[in-house]
C-alpha cells in the first residue's frame, strides 16, 4: 500500500498535475535528473522505512538477535 501510494506521487508529480510533498527519497531520481525541484526550505518531513520479515527454514542467529534488539527497542513502554 505504501508502494503503491508514492508510485501514485511519484507520477503526478512528474506528470505536473500539481504540487507533490513527499520525503525526497521517493522523488530521487527525479530530483537529481533534474526533472524536479525541491521547496527551498526543509519541509522537516521524515519518512519511517518498514520491513517484513518471514520465518527462515535455517534461521540466522546472528539476524534473530538484530530483530530482538530492535523489536527491544520499539516495544511498547508497559501501562503502570
Known amino acids: 500500500m505504501i508502494r503503491t501510494c508514492a508510485t501514485h506521487l511519484r507520477l503526478l508529480a512528474r506528470e505536473d498535475a500539481g504540487l507533490a510533498i513527499t520525503p525526497a527519497g521517493v522523488l530521487a531520481d527525479e530530483l537529481r535528473e533534474g526533472l524536479l525541484a525541491s521547496a527551498p526550505f526543509d519541509l522537516e518531513i521524515v519518512e519511517a522505512p518498514y520491513a517484513v520479515t518471514l ?26
Open 55 to 80: 520465518q527462515r527454514r535455517f534461521p540466522n542467529g546472528v539476524i534473530n538477535e538484530l530483530l530482538g534488539h530492535a523489536h527491544s527497542l520499539h516495544a511498547p513502554a508497559p501501562l503502570v
